[in-house]
């Protein structure tokens, strides 16, 4: 079965494009926000010792979470897909994302 051809890119407008594994990651993100909230709420579960954190303490450690996301799949970028000569002449270019 040959490998299907899909374009990586879900709606391009101007330099600004939305891939299919931004939204997968966005998703994600928001799924596992909406469950482990629903988690600390859910007070049967928290009977015999009150919940490891408050639902707004989950609200900003998603954020640091989606930041880390973000942060860690573009550092392995250019660890695993960017030459090290490149990257050591030109050091800024790590920070370039939209490349």
């Given at each position: 079965m040959p490998f299907p051809n899909i374009d990586p890119?879900?709606?391009?407008?101007?330099?600004?494009?939305i891939r299919w594994y931004a939204l997968a990651y966005v998703a994600g993100i928001l799924l596992g926000w909406r469950?482990?909230?629903g988690?600390?709420?859910n007070?049967?579960?928290w009977t015999?010792?009150?919940a490891p954190f408050t639902p707004e303490q989950m609200d900003d450690l998603i954020l640091w979470i989606a930041i880390g996301v973000i942060g860690g799949g573009r550092l392995g970028h250019v660890l695993f897909y960017t030459p090290l000569s490149q990257t050591l002449a030109d050091p800024l270019?790590?920070?370039?994302?939209?490349?």
């Open positions: 890119i879900l709606v391009q407008l101007g330099p600004f494009a469950y482990a909230t988690l600390l709420r007070t049967a579960l015999h010792r009150p270019s790590i920070f370039r994302v939209w490349e």
